[in-house]
């Protein structure tokens, strides 16, 4: 037995040599060297397998399923809505608000009797049926702001940011810069509870009878809240301010607002 505990093989040979070369190694055909070119043909098959090794396993480290796709808002409703799904450095924006148009005087209506508030026609219409509604279920939706000009803007958010003391990007938590209210459109509106003075303009209105009867009603009447909690825009909540989105204007309005340039 050898080291490896293999038997040793034993190689007989001819006792008459021929050639001085052993029968039993002449017995062994030596095989002729290859030719260059199938030198290359081999090597050539040998990149080639290795090129495909490589590629199966590339793909098997490959995820088995694609990460899912959330979409940029699931779905809409008055607490949630396209607007609200940008970043306030959205092209088009100014501290979080976007443009809008001010409405043309011929197009305004009052809704209270002094004629204080003015919307546009047909939020008018509504807001004053949505109005209706309420009270005979005992609730006094109060109009306390409509349409406002660019220049009340400008005293709404430069003079009093003034008074103050605020910085630019505080201000427009709570207004919008002139040129950039919603009120400009005349499809806005502030809303209190006629029973609630206190809570005019105050984030305790959620908690009064009026705002609880908005969340379940408004949308009948096509009025939709603007600035919900934890909107992406960085705009304060105001439980208080609603907009009309009942026909094809004002849904551009507001819809289409975000993608201007």
């Known amino acids: 037995m050898s080291k490896a505990g293999l038997p040793k093989k034993s190689v007989h040979f001819s006792s008459a040599p021929i050639g001085d ?49 959330t979409p940029l808002n699931a779905s809409l409703g008055w607490e949630q809505t396209v607007q609200e799904s940008l970043p306030p450095s959205a092209p088009g924006t100014l501290l979080g608000h976007f443009p809008y148009s001010e409405i043309s005087r011929n197009l305004l209506m009052p809704i209270v009797a002094d004629g204080s508030v003015l919307m546009h026609r047909t939020a008018a219409e509504r807001f004053l049926q949505m109005s209706a ?50 009120h400009h459109t005349g499809y806005a509106l502030d809303i209190g509870d006629g029973t609630n003075l206190s809570t005019d303009l105050q984030i305790s209105f959620e908690q009064t009878p009026a705002f609880q009867w908005l969340q379940r009603n408004a949308a009948f009447y096509s009025f939709e809240l603007s600035f919900p909690k934890n909107n992406s825009r960085g705009i304060s909540y105001e439980p208080w301010h609603w907009r009309f989105v009942g026909d094809r204007d004002s849904l551009e309005t507001f819809y289409k607002a975000r993608t201007r340039p």
């Open 21 to 69: 070369i052993p029968e039993a190694k002449r017995d062994i055909p030596h095989p002729p060297s290859p030719s260059p070119a199938t030198r290359w043909g081999r090597l050539g098959w040998g990149v080639l397998g290795l090129a495909i090794a490589l590629l199966l396993g590339a793909l098997t480290r490959l995820p088995s399923t694609p990460a899912p796709i």
């Open 133 to 182: 509604a309420a009270r005979r279920e005992g609730i006094i939706l109060r109009p306390l702001s409509g349409f406002r000009s660019v220049a009340d803007q400008e005293y709404i958010f430069f003079d009093m940011k003034a008074q103050l003391g605020e910085q630019a990007t505080q201000r427009a938590e709570i207004a919008a810069p002139p040129g950039y209210s919603e």
